[in-house]
């Protein structure tokens, strides 16, 4: 079974950056083609950040330019660096993979003077 576990969220001013960690785990699961997503309070869950095998990435609009989305897989591991952070991504950041897995706990990232 596959275990994703999200880290590194927190409190942060509008401006700030946060660089969010999703370590998987699990039999013989790799860290190919993984996605970031978020859910703010009374909206849906949305994807942000895609990675391939590849290396090739994909952002939603309202993030390109300011997240940056990588892979280690020394550490079977994909970040999500988060630069000029705006109110607005004020959410609960989740990863996955297609097909989706359990969701983890996801880690939250409150942006707030």
């Known amino acids: 079974q596959v275990q994703l576990v999200e880290s590194g969220g927190g409190l942060v001013q509008p401006g700030g950056s946060l660089r969010l960690s999703c370590a998987a785990s699990g039999s013989r699961f790799s860290v190919n083609d993984m996605d970031w997503y978020r859910q703010a309070p009374g909206k849906e869950r949305e994807l942000v950040a895609s990675i391939s095998s590849g290396g090739s990435t994909a952002y939603a609009d309202t993030v390109k330019g300011r997240f940056t989305i990588s892979t280690d897989y020394a550490k079977n591991t994909v970040y999500l660096q988060m630069n000029s952070l705006k109110p607005e991504d004020t959410a609960v950041y989740y990863c996955?993979?297609?097909?989706?897995?359990?969701w983890g706990q996801g880690t939250q990232v409150t942006v707030s003077p």
């Open positions: 996955n993979t297609i097909p989706l897995k359990d």
